[in-house]
């Protein structure tokens, strides 16, 4: 079975860059189970537009530098460089190819002999998670397409095997299942210790192409959508740094944090006349859960409620 889509060409340009690849690829036996990797992102166009230094260096292709300016007390400046080693670390020239095939496609090989793998990106929002496991819009594909492609090539080598495919998110302590309409699931550990998630859709992935096509749900206007709809956690921006807390006193803290937050004027209309739940970890003098319903209601919502899971002594 064939599909031709718009994902087309850049399958066809994954399968060619593989082919083309002089790369050497570890085999999964020679590698940690356990492997952490960093990904040097380059200077973003605003940073480059402030003139902003480049502060990271990778050496060895194991070891992070970070350079940090300092005045030492007779006002002389100088660098002092924080090193951190990794399994794998990759600067920025360095392709999602090359990338993909020293990190992800032992973990393909090793799927095939009955190994459990998992790859995930953690980052914070602009480090480059989405160009690195997507790819964009220019023809360059990300990891789940090359992975994908070397899944179907060496599935061809195993009779009766198929492909099975599951999304779901984990937000804010719950699980939500992306091919069934984000309906709410459980997780569950059986009598073997593994963790189970009960009513996950799974659906058969017979080629390449329909894979990709079950990938469209996680696109960036699909996930806003889904944003925009189940959480307003941008619609406060934090506007200035504040002194630690937990040496002030409650009048203090008040004070410290008095006009920390502004409203994101994208979240203007959608908090109108709403309700809102506010929710912290622990509560203390209740002072960042005044200022942010204080925003809030200054902007039209109809009622800022605030839960914390724990209460501190003060």
């Known amino acids: 079975m064939s599909l031709i889509t718009q994902n087309q060409p850049q399958i066809e340009n994954a399968i060619n860059m593989q082919s083309q690849s002089q790369i050497n690829i570890p085999s999964y036996q020679s590698i940690p189970?356990?492997?952490v990797?960093?990904?040097?992102?380059?200077?973003?166009?605003?940073?480059?537009?402030?003139?902003?230094?480049?502060?990271?260096?990778?050496?060895n292709n194991r070891q992070v530098v970070v350079k940090e300016l300092k005045?030492?007390?007779?006002?002389?400046?100088?660098?002092?460089?924080h090193s951190f080693n990794f399994d794998l670390a990759f600067d920025e020239t360095v392709t999602n190819e090359q990338i993909y095939l020293q990190t992800v496609r032992p973990m393909i090989e090793a799927a095939f002999h009955k190994v459990k793998v998992t790859c995930f990106a953690y980052g914070q929002t602009g480090s480059g998670k989405t160009f690195t496991m997507m790819g964009n819009r220019r023809q360059i594909p990300g990891l789940y397409l090359l992975a994908a492609y070397d899944i179907f090539t060496l599935l061809q080598n195993y009779k009766g095997f198929s492909i099975w495919v599951s999304f779901y998110e984990i937000y804010c302590g719950k699980l939500?299942?992306?091919l069934n309409e984000r309906k709410i699931l459980t997780a569950r550990e059986d009598g073997k210790q593994n963790?189970?998630?009960?009513?996950?859709?799974?659906?058969?992935?017979e080629d390449i192409n329909i894979l990709m096509q079950m990938k469209k749900i996680l696109g960036r206007d699909n996930v806003q959508k889904i944003l925009n709809k189940t959480f307003y956690a941008k619609a406060l921006i934090r506007v200035k740094y504040t002194k630690p807390q937990f040496k002030l006193k409650k009048r203090q803290r008040m004070e410290n944090l008095e006009n920390m937050f502004r409203l994101n004027k994208k979240y203007a209309e959608v908090i109108k006349g709403k309700n809102i739940l506010l929710i912290d970890d622990i509560?203390?003098?209740?002072?960042?859960?005044?200022?942010?319903?204080?925003v809030l209601k200054e902007n039209k919502a109809k009622k800022v409620i605030a839960v914390a899971l724990a209460r501190a002594e003060y």
């Open 33 to 35: 189970k356990i492997r």
């Open 176 to 178: 939500y299942d992306l």
């Open 283 to 294: 509560a203390t003098t209740c002072s960042t859960a005044n200022q942010c319903a204080k």
């Open 195 to 205: 963790i189970c998630i009960g009513g996950l859709t799974e659906k058969n992935a």
């Open 37 to 59: 990797i960093v990904r040097k992102r380059p200077l973003s166009k605003k940073e480059l537009s402030k003139s902003d230094q480049d502060v990271v260096e990778i050496r």
């Open 71 to 81: 005045v030492k007390v007779d006002l002389t400046k100088y660098i002092e460089e």
